[in-house]
């Protein structure tokens, strides 16, 4: 059985050079081990998913342009996540506030073709099915 994630957990991007933290709102009223528990609808960028420092995605249309503009030479650029579906797969019996609840194994698909996966839910003691 996975841990649930909550704010403060850690995330990695695939095409990031930066792990970032999660930030869920506490909108559920919902509190694991003293923060708010997420769920895999809490998939907003910039609100729930934070940037991972420099992109590096070719499908990343500022990182497209400025390897060109470099004659081709891979040039990073600040990221900007574009997640377009929930976290996969969910909790399949926990939910929260009417959601799934979102489980350390969790992943979201950024648009550029970044895959980002949980690297530290946050919980240590709690365990969700």
């Not at 990031?16 to 909108?27: E, I, K």
């Not at 003293?34 to 895999?40: L, V």
């Not at 390897?67 to 900007?80: E, I, Q, R, W, Y």
């Amino acid at each position: 059985m996975p841990n649930p994630v909550v704010g403060t957990a850690m995330a990695a991007c695939s095409f990031g050079v930066a792990p970032s933290t999660l930030n869920f709102l506490p909108t559920s009223k919902v509190v694991i081990e003293g923060k708010p528990a997420g769920t895999i609808m809490d998939f907003a960028p910039g609100v729930n998913i934070p940037p991972f420092g420099m992109c590096n995605s070719l499908a990343n249309p500022t990182v497209a342009a400025a390897t060109a503009a470099a004659l081709g030479v891979l040039t990073p650029m600040p990221c900007v996540p574009v997640t377009v579906a929930p976290w996969a797969p969910p909790a399949p019996k926990t939910m929260i506030g009417g959601k799934p609840a979102l489980p350390a194994t969790a992943m979201c698909n950024c648009a550029y073709g970044g895959v980002i996966t949980i690297s530290m839910p946050g919980t240590m003691k709690t365990q969700i099915n």
